[in-house]
Nanobody, 119 residues
């Protein structure tokens, strides 16, 4: 079992920045990929970015160049630095971790943190 606690969401004006954090606890030795997803009202949850244990990153096209994902394996924490924010990124952001143990993969989710960008 892995527990995820997110922080850092809030209200920001367009053009501003926010940094999201997600700390994992529990069976953290099983963690492989960590990432962020978002869900806007009336839309499906979508990948924003993820990062492997080795540091390989993957970004949605819509955020490339403006968002940066990073990870501190010693702290079992993943971060999402969001710059040059636009109103269309307003959504609930969910931390995700993908674990593997004895060849069985499992996804864990945080409770979500609201990001609102005012124009």
């Amino acid at each position: 079992q892995v527990q995820l606690v997110e922080s850092g969401g809030g209200l920001v004006q367009a053009g501003g920045s926010l940094r999201l954090s997600c700390a994992a606890s529990g069976s953290t030795f099983t963690i492989n990929t960590m990432g962020w997803y978002r869900q806007a009202p009336g839309k499906q949850r979508e990948l924003v970015a993820d990062i492997s244990r080795g540091g390989s990153t993957n970004y949605a096209d819509a955020v490339k160049g403006r968002f940066t994902i990073s990870r501190d394996n010693a702290k079992n924490t993943v971060y999402l630095q969001m710059n040059s924010l636009k109103s269309e990124v307003t959504a609930v952001y969910y931390c995700n971790t993908r674990t593997v143990w004895r060849a069985v993969w499992h996804d864990y989710w945080g409770q979500g943190t609201q990001v609102t960008v005012s124009s």
